[in-house]
């Protein structure tokens, strides 16, 4: 009786299409080869349809990791990662990335960068040349169409970068680190260009960043990784309506609470290395031995 | 104290000789300095394009697979320092005294250097392009026609830049050695050596030089160029 009233909830709750970009990852572990301790260990997570989730954590902590086994790059050694209930093997345009050094192909103008994915999918010149249309005005780029690639500021080409991705349409967007490389003001007008597109789209989104003050901003939810091996530490759910204030005292206090947490992992893994750490200085005497052997005879 | 002219001949010694080989030469098919180099042209076009092909295959065989590379690459390397006149011996053996003989010289002396040169720069493709051609749905043949084949382009072209310059030394040398109709320039060398005229001997060798360097010039560094300036390299 009670089943069957949970049911009928759950099913009158799904809307008639459902939406894409569900993550499931179930007990995922990975374990690069000869190493004592596994890179991530032991991680469930679930992102729901649409979410903006940030993971953070210390260098080494497998926040990358954790990305190139959704993107596909790599196989866990143990657990699942599904899509949409299917999993993940290989790399594909329905988990787009969105790289550190954009990756952008230098033999190829910004237009054809932005259409790769759409040849390859064998889509004909004009369905290409509309849709690219579309994306330049998204990322504000209608300009430089044709330009090269190093004919780019660093903020033009994460947003060629994020153009190529989202053409697609995929149903996540993986970021890695993406605005690491770009200096402050133009990283700030980039915050502001991604929660833009994000309320277009509302692409489900997996963020990597060591940078707290890019958590807060963007994220719904954040994810504090655990180092050595890498596990789920914290998860803060982000309230805030967006666009963000930075300098409202809730983000104030968040930036707060997420660095205190990473703070202490890292003085944890310091702690650690120096634990593992047994040099001693030599005791004094052991240096007066070694007087007479030069030219002691002399 | 006099010039010795047949030790250094003077500029305009090498002018007369130049407006010499120009004249016809009964004994030499008509006019040397049209006849030779033109002969010589024809066998770079044909040995050049053997040997980047060969060139090539080897090149990507050697990036694809790394256990081929660590037991062939010392000794290909090794055969690269070898001076490709070395080759003559075992060409006219192979090969007889013919234009086949000729083409062999040519092209061992530089598809080694060709395939070392692309191997080389192949390497060097940074890896995210792979992955960023993976994650965009390149997978199988697309990723080699359409992600690493163009970003081979800027390691191709210095290898095609430095293979030309091998095959046109190599068959110099092959040409002197083994003197097949119709006479190149490298034979035109040797048979000028025998009449004895210092002058004429440096015209050749002076137009031995031009035609390396006027082919570097107009065609190989050029595509070089356009290459490095799409790839926004320097």
């Known amino acids: 009786m009670q089943d069957d009233a949970r049911v009928q909830v759950v099913s009158s709750a799904t809307p008639a299409v459902r939406p894409r970009g569900r993550l499931v990852l179930e007990r995922v572990s990975v374990r690069f080869d000869g190493a004592r301790v596994p890179v991530l260990h032991d991680i469930s997570l679930t992102i729901e349809p649409g979410q903006f989730v940030v993971v953070v954590g210390p260098s080494g902590c497998g926040k990358t990791t954790l990305l190139n086994l959704v993107a596909g790059m790599i196989r866990p050694d143990s657990g699942s990662i599904t899509l949409d209930g299917v999993p993940v093997r290989a790399p594909g345009p329905d988990r787009a990335v969105v790289f550190q050094d954009h990756g952008l192909f230098p033999w190829l103008n910004v237009s054809q960068n932005i259409s790769f994915a759409m040849r390859m999918a064998g889509a004909t010149r004009q369905q290409r040349d509309r849709r690219v249309a579309e994306m330049l005005r998204m990322v504000h780029l209608v300009g430089s169409a044709q330009k090269l690639v190093h004919e780019l500021s660093g903020g033009m080409k994460q947003r060629v970068a994020i153009a190529r991705a989202l053409v697609m349409d995929p149903a996540v967007l993986l970021m890695d680190e993406p605005f690491a490389a770009l200096d402050a003001q133009t990283r700030t007008l980039m915050h502001g260009q991604v929660q833009e597109l994000w309320m277009q789209t509302r692409k489900t989104i997996l963020f990597v960043t060591h940078s707290v003050g890019e958590a807060v901003r963007l994220a719904d939810r954040i994810i504090v990784l655990h180092a050595h091996p890498g596990r789920i530490r914290r998860q803060i759910t982000v309230d805030l309506p967006h666009p963000r204030d930075f300098d409202s005292p809730q983000i104030t206090e968040l930036v707060r609470l997420v660095r205190s947490e990473i703070e202490d992992e890292v003085n944890r893994v310091n702690n650690e290395a120096l634990g593992e750490d047994n040099w001693q200085p030599a005791p004094a005497d052991h240096l007066a031995d070694h007087t007479g052997d030069m030219g002691g005879g002399i | ?234």
């Open chain 2, 1 to 234: 104290m006099g010039w010795s002219d047949w030790v250094c001949p003077m500029p305009s010694s090498i002018a007369r000789a130049l407006r010499e080989l120009l004249e016809v030469w009964p004994l030499l098919d008509g006019r040397p300095l049209l006849v030779a180099p033109l002969a010589s042209i024809v066998r770079l076009g044909a040995g050049f394009a053997i040997s980047l092909a060969l060139g090539v295959l080897l090149g990507l065989a050697m990036w694809r697979w790394q256990e081929l590379d660590r037991m062939l690459g010392p000794f290909f390397l090794g055969l690269q320092t070898l001076p490709s006149v070395c080759w003559v011996p075992l060409a006219i053996i192979a090969f007889g005294i013919n234009e086949r003989g000729i083409l062999f010289v040519l092209v061992m002396g530089s598809f080694f250097a060709i395939a070392i040169a692309l191997r080389d720069g192949l390497r060097t493709i940074p890896p995210i392009y792979q992955r960023a051609g993976l994650m965009l749905g390149a997978s199988g043949w697309k990723l080699y026609r359409h992600v690493l084949l163009p970003a081979s382009l800027p390691a191709m072209a210095g290898s095609l830049r430095q293979g030309f310059s091998f095959a046109w030394r190599s068959l110099m040398g092959a040409e002197m050695l083994l003197l097949v109709r119709p006479h190149g320039l490298g034979s035109l060398l040797d048979a000028l050596r025998n009449v004895g005229n210092a002058g004429q001997v440096v015209a050749v060798m002076l137009t031995m030089v031009i035609i390396g360097m006027g082919a570097d010039r107009l065609v190989f560094a050029p595509i070089q160029r356009r290459v490095s300036a799409r790839f926004g390299l320097s």
